[in-house]
């Protein structure tokens, strides 16, 4: 087998300022100044995050610089036979970006616009995440340029397969531990965990988290991003003294953040006034029933043709009137372009990057309270946690435990960012960012500079 590791860049190319530079879609890293393109590129939105809080914190330039970059980054070629026999090479990544606290953990997303730059900012933004719950480990990301739509059940085994494979040499349930993402479940998890075993030679569940019950998953792991957006719209609407009865919720996305936390808000009694996939959105302001919202989703594959609701093109969805906005698809979904028309007072983020730093600054200039991603969305990674100190304990929990040590552990990092964001006067982002970076920060230094 070729090394992976040899398309290792350990460390990269650096701008004047120490930024990365942006690398574009088709992997160049040419210089483009449109302020749209700087505005939407996930890294710049991270770095940019990840500034405001180091200024505060008065993190000193060296671990400054420590923390901005990835430690590791992996592009691999990943070529496999399709089934009419033809070859087709893909293109895979892993960026590793710290792992201070414990093994790196992130998802593996499968798209056709993957890129550099967006599993960079993932993998930092999954830093963060697991520093804001204060979970042992640091933060990974990986992606596979394809189009899952366009691939046989067999081709998409084949590519899974490989990518592992290529990825291998920096995997294991001490290093790394990947998860699903957009694109990929619980089915990808199942070939990455036996690829990963019979390679080792012996069967190894803690490799990956988010798998099938009966090969060690978690219960509870499928809806725990969900169940975690539910848990923080709770403890953000107790702060701005509303109930959810009086509340008309607009979700974004229909997967498993959007799908899911819609389902458990409608449970809780808010009333979803519209809900989206990827081809349009379905909107009452009566509120959807969303149990026969979701049947219907899952018999039909999308939400058109839902009877008796109006269906809108999706570039209306996010300025409809309501209370409370739940983006859970993709990044960059309130911009500079949107962000005034936005109705919500409350934003609670499902997706990872759905606001722009910008969109976020409308946002604050008109009272809007946002509660980021790497708080809003992290039960996810919260049972993955669990999930892998089940298959490393070989004892597995009940569900009402699983639930109940999530609800501890984001009811807990609420309240110990809101606290952050209320000592500094800032908002719950650059709360959620400072309480982040400072425990990293703190145990780089206690661990020292490794020379
Ligand atoms: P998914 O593939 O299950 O669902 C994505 C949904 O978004 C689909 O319904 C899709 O049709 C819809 N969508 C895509 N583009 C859209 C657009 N432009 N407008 C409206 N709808 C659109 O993915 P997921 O797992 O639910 O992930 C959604 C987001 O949440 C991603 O940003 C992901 O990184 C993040 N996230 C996921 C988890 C997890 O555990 N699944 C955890 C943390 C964060």
Same mark, same amino acid.
């Given at each position: ?64 610089e420590v923390l901005r970059q990835p430690d590791r980054e992996l592009t691999v070629s990943l070529p496999i036979v399709k089934d009419d026999g033809e070859i087709q090479v893909f293109t895979g990544y892993r960026v590793q970006h710290n792992f201070s606290r414990g093994p ?115 219960? $509870?792991?499928?809806?725990?991003? !969900?169940? *975690?957006?539910? /848990?923080?719209? +709770? #403890?953000?609407? =107790?702060?701005?003294?509303? &109930? ?8 974004? $996305?229909?997967?498993?953040?959007? !799908?899911? *936390?819609?389902? /458990?808000?409608? +449970? #809780?009694?808010? =009333?979803?006034?519209?809900? &989206? ?8 302001? $009566? ?106 304990m070989g004892y597995f929990w009940t569900e009402e435990i699983v639930n109940s040590r999530l609800e501890q552990v984001m009811v807990k990092a609420f309240h110990s960012v809101a606290d952050m964001a209320e000592l ?28």
């Amino acid at each position: 087998m070729t090394s992976s590791l040899a398309l290792i860049s350990e460390g990269f190319e650096t701008t004047t300022d120490g930024h990365p530079p942006a690398p574009m879609s088709d992997g160049s890293t040419k210089n483009n100044n449109s302020e749209t393109r700087d505005e939407l590129n996930p890294f710049h939105s991270m770095a940019h995050q990840f500034g405001l809080a180091a200024d505060l914190l008065g993190l000193d330039a060296g671990t400054r610089e420590v923390l901005r970059q990835p430690d590791r980054e992996l592009t691999v070629s990943l070529p496999i036979v399709k089934d009419d026999g033809e070859i087709q090479v893909f293109t895979g990544y892993r960026v590793q970006h710290n792992f201070s606290r414990g093994p790196c953990k992130g998802g593996i997303r499968f798209a056709p616009d993957v890129n550099l730059d967006e599993v960079r900012a993932l993998a930092a933004w999954m830093t963060w995440k697991c520093s804001v719950v204060d979970i042992p480990f640091g933060g990974g990301k990986g992606g596979v340029i394809c189009d899952p739509r366009e691939l046989s059940q067999g081709e998409l085994e084949r590519l899974t397969r490989r990518y592992t494979v290529s990825i291998m040499d920096i995997l294991g349930p001490d290093r790394d531990v990947p998860a699903p993402d957009m694109n990929t479940n619980e089915q990808t998890m199942a070939w990455i965990m036996d690829t990963y075993s019979m390679h080792v030679r012996r069967t190894t569940t803690a490799i990956v988290t988010g798998k099938p019950i009966v090969i060690g998953g978690s219960h $509870g792991r499928r809806e725990a991003t !969900g169940r *975690g957006v539910m /848990l923080i719209c +709770r #403890e953000a609407m =107790k702060k701005l003294g509303r &109930s959810p009865e009086d509340t008309r919720v607009v979700v974004q $996305g229909c997967g498993n953040v959007g !799908g899911i *936390g819609a389902l /458990l808000l409608h +449970r #809780e009694g808010y =009333k979803i006034v519209s809900i &989206s996939d990827m081809y349009g959105c379905l909107h009452d302001q $009566g509120g959807l029933d969303m149990p026969a919202v979701m049947d219907y989703m899952k018999e039909n594959g999308r939400l058109e043709g839902y009877p008796d609701t109006d269906y809108l093109d999706n570039k209306e969805q996010l300025e409809l009137p309501c209370e409370l906005l739940v983006p859970a698809a993709t990044e960059n979904q309130i911009t500079s372009e949107n962000a005034g028309r936005i109705q919500a007072q409350l934003i609670v983020e499902g997706a990872n990057g759905p606001t722009t730093p910008r969109g976020q600054e409308i946002l604050d200039e008109r009272g809007v309270m946002v509660v980021p991603d790497i708080l809003a969305n992290a039960g996810g990674v919260t049972v993955s946690y669990f999930e892998w100190v089940q298959d490393r304990m070989g004892y597995f929990w009940t569900e009402e435990i699983v639930n109940s040590r999530l609800e501890q552990v984001m009811v807990k990092a609420f309240h110990s960012v809101a606290d952050m964001a209320e000592l500094h006067n800032v908002n719950m982002r650059t709360g959620a960012y400072l309480v982040a970076i400072d425990r990293v920060a703190r145990v780089y230094r206690m661990r020292g500079v490794f020379a």
